[in-house]
């Protein structure tokens, strides 16, 4: 079969107890615009057990088409009946594209996926656009048009490599969580839906789930944060109770960099960047904060970022739209308490 067979931007469309993840609603908001670019339509791939509510969300976040895969094997994720479910809509519906987010559950099914149907995996993308491969013309080299141009940060954030899969398909990537971002809603929207069983039979041999544990956290997901304050190794263990009282009077939430988490004085879960989290909140305060390309990485799409730092070449001022050069132990509570006047 060639490769001109595979048609549409196929979605990943994670639920996790029959709760759709943000990611699902970003990836369909980059599909749609790759979809306009090879003239084809989007369609989410539901898998789960008794997930048909769902259809009409992913619908009014930009779902032509819903490929729904529900069956009791498929309630709580697990590896062999996922990667069963996504793999058998794959090779029956042949899609040009197929995006995965990067989760805990998307980085685990998106390489067993592409392993089962025999391409290839672009993990952890950041930016993935349609355009021709190799990028400039060679000699002697076919240059293919209309191509998934998949880009991702390498070598440790020190480069960025653009990947493209040429002569399979589908083209798969997997999608940095925060990256992307979803269209508004279409109210009233609907979307065609396909029911489509793979077949589970009862002598599948699967992992079977014992006990669920959730873990219990009152940490806020700063990725859901509308304005962050984030510190460096600049502020100091101490200080951080500082750039607290700044957030509470903003009605924001306290992030951090990897020196901090590698410290011990945040836990992980605040760190920002490349082995942190992507955040694009209204505002971005980085405190203390140098600017390391892998923070930069997980930051800059923020709207406003406003940088305080004593060292005034300090890289975090390259991507600031404002800046401030000082001590943070005087500025910080005096932005504080002008704040709190207001
Ligand atoms: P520093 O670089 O030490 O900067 C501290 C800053 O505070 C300085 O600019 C200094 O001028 C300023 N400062 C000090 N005192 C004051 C004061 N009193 N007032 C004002 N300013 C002050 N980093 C991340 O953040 N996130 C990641 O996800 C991440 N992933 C990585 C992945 C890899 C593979 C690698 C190799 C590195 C990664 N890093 C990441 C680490 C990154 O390279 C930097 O080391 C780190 O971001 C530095 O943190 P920092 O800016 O807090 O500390």
Same mark, same amino acid.
């Given at each position: 079969?060639?490769?001109?067979?595979?048609?549409?931007?196929?979605?990943?469309?994670?639920?996790?107890?029959?709760?759709?993840?943000?990611?699902?609603?970003?990836?369909?908001?980059?599909?749609?615009?790759?979809?306009?670019?090879?003239?084809?339509?989007?369609?989410?791939?539901?898998?789960?057990?008794?997930?048909?509510?769902?259809?009409?969300?992913?619908?009014?976040?930009?779902?032509?088409?819903?490929?729904?895969? #529900? #069956?009791?094997?498929?309630?709580?994720?697990?590896?062999?009946?996922?990667?069963?479910?996504?793999?058998?809509?794959?090779?029956?519906?042949?899609?040009?594209?197929?995006?995965?987010?990067?989760?805990?559950?998307?980085?685990?099914?998106?390489?067993?996926?592409?392993?089962?149907?025999?391409?290839?995996?672009?993990?952890?993308?950041?930016?993935? !656009?349609?355009?021709?491969?190799?990028?400039?013309?060679?000699?002697?080299?076919?240059?293919?048009?209309?191509?998934?141009?998949?880009?991702?940060?390498?070598?440790?954030?020190?480069?960025?490599?653009?990947?493209?899969?040429?002569?399979?398909?589908?083209?798969?990537?997997?999608?940095?969580?925060?990256?992307?971002?979803?269209? #508004?809603?279409?109210?009233?929207?609907?979307?065609?839906?396909?029911?489509?069983?793979?077949?589970?039979?009862?002598?599948?041999?699967?992992?079977?789930?014992? #006990?669920?544990?959730?873990?219990?956290?009152?940490?806020?997901?700063?990725?859901?944060?509308?304005?962050?304050?984030?510190?460096?190794?600049?502020?100091?263990?101490?200080?951080?109770?500082?750039?607290?009282?700044?957030?509470?009077?903003?009605?924001?939430?306290?992030?951090?960099?990897?020196?901090?988490?590698?410290?011990?004085?945040?836990?992980?879960?605040?760190?920002?960047?490349?082995?942190?989290?992507?955040?694009?909140?209204?505002?971005?305060?980085?405190?203390?904060?140098?600017?390391?390309?892998?923070?930069?990485?997980?930051?800059?799409?923020?709207?406003?970022?406003?940088?305080?730092?004593?060292? !005034?070449?300090?890289?975090?001022?390259?991507?600031?739209?404002?800046?401030?050069?000082?001590?943070?132990?005087?500025?910080?509570?005096?932005?504080?308490?002008?704040?709190?006047?207001?």
């Amino acid at each position: 079969m060639g490769l001109e067979e595979y048609k549409g931007v196929f979605v990943f469309a994670q639920q996790v107890d029959n709760e759709l993840s943000g990611i699902a609603f970003e990836l369909l908001g980059k599909a749609k615009d790759l979809a306009k670019d090879l003239d084809t339509d989007v369609t989410a791939v539901l898998v789960g057990s008794d997930v048909k509510g769902l259809v009409d969300d992913l619908a009014k976040y930009g779902a032509d088409k819903v490929i729904v895969v #529900d #069956d009791p094997e498929l309630k709580d994720y697990r590896t062999e009946p996922y990667t069963h479910a996504l793999a058998s809509v794959i090779n029956e519906y042949k899609p040009e594209i197929m995006l995965v987010g990067a989760t805990a559950i998307g980085r685990d099914l998106g390489p067993r996926v592409s392993a089962r149907v025999a391409t290839g995996l672009t993990a952890d993308c950041t930016v993935l !656009e349609i355009g021709d491969f190799p990028l400039n013309p060679i000699p002697g080299k076919e240059q293919k048009h209309n191509q998934l141009l998949m880009t991702r940060p390498a070598f440790g954030g020190n480069t960025i490599a653009t990947i493209a899969c040429p002569d399979n398909r589908p083209q798969m990537a997997t999608v940095r969580p925060g990256v992307m971002q979803k269209i #508004d809603p279409i109210e009233g929207a609907k979307a065609e839906v396909i029911e489509f069983n793979p077949g589970f039979t009862p002598n599948d041999k699967y992992v079977e789930i014992l #006990d669920v544990v959730k873990s219990v956290s009152d940490v806020v997901d700063i990725m859901d944060a509308k304005i962050l304050v984030s510190g460096g190794r600049g502020v100091g263990e101490e200080g951080f109770a500082m750039l607290r009282e700044l957030a509470d009077v903003l009605g924001g939430e306290v992030s951090c960099s990897r020196a901090v988490v590698d410290n011990g004085w945040q836990p992980k879960d605040l760190q920002v960047g490349q082995t942190g989290k992507t955040v694009r909140p209204n505002v971005y305060f980085a405190i203390g904060i140098s600017g390391a390309i892998q923070h930069v990485a997980g930051m800059e799409e923020s709207d406003i970022i406003i940088a305080i730092n004593k060292d !005034e070449t300090a890289p975090i001022f390259d991507v600031a739209d404002y800046g401030i050069v000082g001590d943070l132990n005087k500025i910080v509570p005096a932005l504080t308490e002008k704040l709190k006047a207001v």
